[in-house]
Structure formats: C-alpha cells, structure tokens
C-alpha cells in the first residue's frame, strides 16, 4: 500500500469511527416483485458517486498532481515578513497574509507583546498554519499561527517548548505536517570562528534535539516526513564546504559526525546553494556558467536539469568575484525564494517572481505576485 492509500484508508477509516450504531436504523429490504427493481438505479447512482468522490479525494490527498501545470494545490495564501533592515520600505509593516497568485494583502498580522521584529517564517502542507520565529530581548521565540479559509487569523501564540537560547539566526523550517521545526543557533564564543548549532523540536513533546560544529550552517530544509534535513554547510579544512544530509532520528551530538556530505558530480566548491529535500529526493540550484534548478540523487548525481538559465549581468559584482556571489561580472539568474506547500512548485526570485512547476518544468507565466520586494515569504 503506497502513501496516498494509506491516507485515503485513514480518511475512510476516521469518518467510520464518527458512526454510532445505535443511532443507525435497521436496513430494510423493500417487498416488491423480483422483475420490478425499482431500487437498482438508486444504487448504481450511489455507486457512481462513491466512485466519483474517491477519486476527488485522492487527487486532493496527492496535493493536486491531477491537475497540470495549477498552483491550486499550494493552497491559497503566503505569509510575508517585513524588511529586517531599520529604515528600509515596509520595515514598519506588521506580517501580511497574502492572496497565493497576485500577492496581494488580505490580512495583516498583529505583533505579539515582546517581539522586537521577526526573522524568519515556515509554511506547512494544510496552509492554515504557518510558524514564525520573533526576536525577543531574552533571545528568540517561535509561534504558531493559524487561518481559517477565509485567511483570517484564528491564533497566533507562543509554541510551548518554542523558545530559542542564544543567538538565533533568521533560519526556520517546518515539516510539510507541522510536526518538525528546526532552526539554527550561533554559539561562537569567537567570532572569528564561527560555531553552529542546528537545533530541532519535535512540536507535540517541546523536546529540542541539537547538533553543533565548527562551522556556519544555514539554508535548512526538512523532508515532508520530517526525518532528514539537508543544510548548506560552511567550514574549514576539517569540514569542507557544501550541502549536507542529516538523520533528524540521530542523538544529539556532533553535526559532522552524524550528517553526511552530498558529492555532486558538478560545477565547482560554491555553486552549489538552494537544497530542497522533496518528495523524490533533493534539488539544488547550481550557480556556474549557468544557473539551472536540478533534481540530484541521494549520492549527487543529477537526475533531471528541470530549468537553466543565463546568468544576469550585474556591474556591482567584479569580474573575479568568488563563485558563490557570480562570474565575470554576473549573478545567477534565480534563487529559490519559497517552496509550495503542495512540494510541486517553487517561487524563484531573479530579474522578477515566478511560480515553477517541479512536475510539468513550466513557469506559471499567469501567475506574478507582485510587493515582495525585500519580503520573507512563508508558503
């Protein structure tokens, strides 16, 4: 039984358990001659709409696979922090709930007592929660909020278990189901060298689960199940630059020890940023000669180049700027700003904002959302 049978059988099985057989009524054959089955087409309609209604649900449960090339899978809002930067346009804005397509303002956020400004936001698979991260005196503290469909704010409180010590950087993800945060802390002592530690919460318990070393890790992402976490990894000698895979089932301990260095089998130390852990494995953005988005396998080796590009010029980059800031004077054509909550399309920022399609390997070209500038985006 795969994932999407497995759901459907737990959907049946949940609506079966709501049923009391004490309030049933005894099923009753009607008396009537054999020859006049008047009841037959009464259950082959009934039949035809069992048939019908499964089968709507298992294209919702499979997150709108069904239907190619539409964003109405990823559900209908994004959740938009202001400009961290004192001064800059928006920064005094609260958190906006956003329309998913045009990027319009439907609602706006209250800040929470105590929160100095926001650093960071997450999106789950139902888009009716979305966890942020504020920044506090004492340190960092995540909340939890929820919509209803009409994009309303339902709640917005502290998550119990959900403050962050130390120095928190604006690093959040959250499992497709809500289950898994996990977020990065700065523990140098010197800042010239610097010491990371990735924390993990489990939601229903409180329990945080850390991983430190020297090094900075950022870039998070976590499997929609929650049990891997591939980051951006930079270090020294003893730890080499590049993305890394970690086994969120793993004791506390060292990062290196129990995370794992992806391989790729392209470009150059640098180019590689973006790691996204999906449904089928992990995508990266490889910023060389050329950008391309590119599906990889758990070894490195590329399964699919799903969109490439050519790099835009940029005069403020030099023409011997490292690798991870451009080549010759350019800058790589996207960046993967949000991912879908559906796991099927990502947003990329570059010269503007586009929704892509992981399935189909089209642009959205409808679809442009407009005022995101200087925005972190939750979906």
């Known amino acids: ?180 945060l996990a977020v990065v802390v700065d523990s140098s002592a010197n800042p010239g060298r610097p010491v990371s530690q990735i924390r993990m919460l489990t939601v229903s318990t409180g329990r945080w689960t850390a991983w430190s070393g020297n090094g900075m890790a950022e870039q998070l992402s976590l499997s929609p199940d929650g049990r891997r976490l591939a980051f951006l990894w930079m270090g020294s000698a003893d730890s080499p630059d590049g993305v890394r895979t970690l086994n969120t089932r793993a004791p506390a301990g060292d990062v290196l020890r129990h995370s794992r260095r992806i391989a790729f089998r392209f470009g150059r130390p640098g180019e590689v940023r973006d790691p996204w852990l999906g449904r089928n494995g992990l995508y990266v953005v490889s910023a060389g000669t050329e950008t391309r988005l590119l599906a990889t396998s758990g070894t490195g080796k590329v399964t699919a180049t799903l969109l490439r590009r050519t790099p835009l010029a940029d005069p403020s980059i030099p023409d011997d700027g490292p690798p991870t800031a451009g080549l010759g004077g350019h800058r790589p054509a996207f960046s993967v700003r949000c991912r879908s909550a559906d796991a099927r399309h990502v947003l990329l920022s570059g010269d503007k904002l586009e929704w892509f399609d992981l399935q189909t390997r089209k642009i959205d070209s409808r679809v442009q959302p407009d005022g995101l500038d200087g925005q972190t985006v939750g979906c």
């Not at 949940?14 to 008396?31: H, K, Q, S, W, Y």
């Not at 087409?41 to 709108?64: D, E, K, S, Y």
């Not at 004192?86 to 906006?96: F, I, R, S």
């Open 1 to 180: 039984m795969n994932e999407v049978e497995e759901r459907l059988a737990g959907a049946f099985g949940t609506a079966a358990a709501t049923v009391r057989p004490e309030d049933l009524t005894p099923l009753t054959v009607p008396v009537r001659p054999a020859r006049r089955r008047r009841w037959t087409p009464a259950i082959a309609a009934l039949a035809i709409a069992v048939i019908v209604a499964g089968g709507v649900l298992v294209n919702a449960l499979r997150g709108g696979e069904g239907d190619a090339g539409s964003l109405a899978g990823s559900g209908r809002y994004l959740l938009t922090l202001p400009p961290q930067e004192k001064g800059a346009p928006g920064a005094d804005e609260p958190p906006a709930i956003r329309d998913l397509l045009s990027g319009q303002v439907i609602r706006r956020v209250p800040v929470p007592s105590g929160v100095d400004h926001w650093l960071d936001v997450a999106g789950t698979a139902g888009n009716r929660a979305f966890f942020l991260l504020g920044k506090a005196a004492d340190g960092a503290r995540v909340y939890r909020l929820r919509i209803d469909p009409t994009g309303r704010v339902v709640e917005l409180a502290r998550l119990p278990g959900g403050d962050v010590p130390g120095n928190s950087s604006d690093s959040l993800v959250a499992s497709a189901d809500g289950a898994t």
